[in-house]
């Protein structure tokens, strides 16, 4: 976790660099997270005996999804759309 940690910290400081508009940070952010900890996982992650369960639990969510997890998806695009699009609509309507 200490590797997703320091890249989040690095993606944020990049984001800053590149003059980026602030409602990007966070998909920014969780996107280089996700990335970092999937292939941190992949070198050094285990599953241990008392794990087993929990993850063949999570793993059944995946694999049959349900109308939430659509739900989630949608809210997950509408939030990027929102982010895309908010912020120059609100400096218009503020600058008028």
Known sequence: MIVVSIASILA?????????AWPWFAPIETFIS???GMITSAFWGEVSAEQQPFYQ????LFETPTAAH???LLFAALSILACAILPNWLHNALSE
């Open 34 to 36: 996700l990335l970092f």
């Open 57 to 60: 639990q999570q793993k059944t």
């Open 12 to 20: 944020v400081l990049v984001t800053r660099q590149y003059d980026i």
């Open 70 to 72: 659509y739900g989630l």
